[in-house]
């Protein structure tokens, strides 16, 4: 069992600890939220566009709801394993935490190396729907006329190809944040453990 003048050195430690680990969890939460905002309004406002991508762009929204409901949920989870200084729920934090690094650092990477398929795939659909295109309101041909009143496809395609390679930055960028609530759990967790710290 450590001292009593060795356990009044790390509290102040273990206190910072905590305090910088509980500013990180609150932004981490906030990032859950802005992802759901987004996801909601892909589906409400975008998803007709999404269609002209893929059919399995469609899904894209409902990724972006489920991340960052995963987020608040895990933030959240992080929050009570600071406050309550439990160990084993830290290390269990952190090993969350290390798994969504993981498929955000995949996502990021994925998404820059298939940033010309998608470039592609939009140009192949949007002729197809131009083919296809009635006034009856079918939804592709609502997307058209929507894309055509922006000025012309060119720009539209000179859009997703350059905001691709930002959004697979800011990935990798989130994905990178990651590390430090990693870290910051990790060594939470450690200095609790090998100081016995009490919740007074």
Known sequence: MASPSRRLQTKPVITCFKSVLLIYTFIFWITGIVLLAIGTWGKVSLENYFSLLNEKATNVPFVLIGTGTVIILLGTFGCIATCRASAWMLKLYAMFLTLIFLVELVAAIVGFVFRHEIKNNFQSNYKMALRQYNATGDYRSAVVDKIQKTGCFVKVIAIIESEMGV?????????????????????LSRAITNNQYEIV
């Open 167 to 187: 959004v697979a930055g800011i990935s990798f960028g989130v994905a990178c944040f990651q590390l430090i609530g990693i870290f910051l759990a990790y060594c």
